[in-house]
């Protein structure tokens, strides 16, 4: 006997604190391809405990954070409830604060970058414009602060890809915001070392300069640290491209440069060279002028490779974050829908040959057609790789070899 169907929809209760009986998930986690299945670790932040500078004790504070797990590409999908969260997908973040930002370090966001204008009012920047209201975090990018600060929580921000950190020191108890490193939790504790070497440090290494020690006591995740205190082979984000100002490089999600070189070698040569100038006995050669300031060059500056393979040298004084750019699976999110890009401030992208001919030089014709004319920019200038697109120096030039007499002759087979 076939059972009668229940009506849920349809089926109220008779108290109003209790809701309907039916209940639908719309949110499901889920994993890109080839990436095995997990569960989102959920790490419990341990609570800061404030002690002064007195009763600091740099072995326990300063132990470098508990390893995490990777769980993998973890992106959120939601049911298709609307046509505009079919395709959305974004990175699982469980560990972001909730609540508002601290409103002392913000200032609203007016007039400045909204809509691609400059001062006289015309459109430098094309497809910028709208966009929800924001406040610009101060983000403290070059941590001249010494001591150590203990981050309070790990906040996203509208304003970049990455997250960032509020932490306060120990010390002052003066809050601030920094650029979080992939890994960094509430309750870690990292500090600066812009400002000189810590007394405690320069203690615990006998009062001279170890390296192998400086480098297992400084060189951790979320450490602020002039380039020439970093060993080589380090990732490193937020670098500075002059000394006393803050970092430039690598600030995007997920990014980082290789420390893969030191002027250690050259200064040992210049050292030598020096010597034998005061009159001492070396059995070095002496230097040109241009090979001994090639010498001094590298030897003030440290050599970094970036991600996209370039090479760069940074003064040695400039300063770098041990770690890489927070939220790095910032790459695999997707937006689902228009209305979304403009909540980022994007206007949409028309194409030049959707266009009619007083706008555009593609535009014009019947049917999809840029009417025989060679790819160009909105402005008429040639675009797509050609040979006005590129500079002198990189444009192949024709080599032109001498031909040998009768060579057509002997491929016939004459002799």
């Known amino acids: 006997m076939l059972q009668p169907r229940l009506f849920l929809r349809s089926l109220r209760l008779p108290y109003r604190c209790i809701p309907y009986l039916s209940s639908r998930a719309y949110v499901t986690a889920s994993q890109e391809v080839e ?9 419990e932040a341990p609570k800061a405990e404030e002690s002064s500078s007195s009763s600091f004790d740099p072995g326990i504070a300063f132990a470098p954070p508990p ?10 999908k939601y049911t298709p409830r609307t046509p505009g969260v079919r395709h959305l997908r974004r990175p699982i973040n469980d560990h972001l604060w909730k609540g508002r930002p601290v409103y002392k370090l913000t200032f609203p966001k007016r007039g ?13 920047v094309r497809h910028r414009g709208g966009g929800h209201k924001r406040r610009i975090r101060i983000v403290d990018f070059a941590r ?23 932490v306060r020191s120990q010390e002052t108890g003066k809050l601030s915001y920094i650029l979080a490193a992939d890994g960094m939790r509430a309750g870690d504790v990292v500090q600066s070392y812009m400002s000189g070497i810590p007394e405690d440090l320069w203690k615990s290494m006998g009062g001279q300069v170890d390296p192998g020690v400086l480098a297992a006591r400084t060189a951790w995740r979320g450490n602020c640290l002039p380039l020439h205190m970093i060993p080589v082979g380090t990732l490193i984000f937020n670098v500075g491209l002059r000394p006393g100002k803050g970092g430039q490089l690598c600030r995007a999600a997920g990014t980082f440069a290789t420390v893969i070189a030191k002027g250690t070698e050259q200064q040992k040569i210049l050292d030598q060279q020096n010597q034998a100038e005061n009159g001492a006995e070396t059995e070095q050669k002496p230097l040109s002028q241009r090979e001994r300031q090639k010498m001094e060059r590298l030897a003030e500056h440290v050599t970094i490779r970036l991600q996209s393979g370039e090479v760069r040298l940074i003064h040695k004084d400039c300063c770098a974050t041990i770690g890489i750019a927070s939220n790095p699976n910032y790459q695999y999110r997707q937006l689902g829908k228009a209305g979304r ?4 401030n994007i206007r949409p992208t028309v194409r030049g040959v959707a266009m009619n001919a007083c706008d555009h030089p593609h535009g014009g014709g019947r049917g999809k057609s840029k009417g025989n004319v060679h790819p160009k920019s909105p402005w008429g200038m040639p675009t797509k790789s050609g040979y006005k697109t590129r500079p002198k120096w990189k444009i192949n030039k024709a080599v032109v070899v001498p031909r040998e ?11």
């Open 112 to 124: 400045q970058s909204k809509g691609g204008r400059n001062n006289t009012g015309r459109i430098t």
């Open 144 to 166: 001249r602060a010494p001591g150590p600060h203990v981050v309070e929580r790990i906040e996203h921000d509208p304003n970049r890809s990455a997250h960032i950190a509020l």
């Open 67 to 76: 390893t995490r797990d990777d769980a993998g590409v973890l992106v959120q």
């Open 341 to 344: 890009a403009r909540w980022l």
């Open 35 to 43: 990436v095995p299945k997990a569960e989102v670790p959920k790490v």
């Open 405 to 415: 007499r009768n060579q057509g002759k002997r491929r016939r087979g004459y002799n």
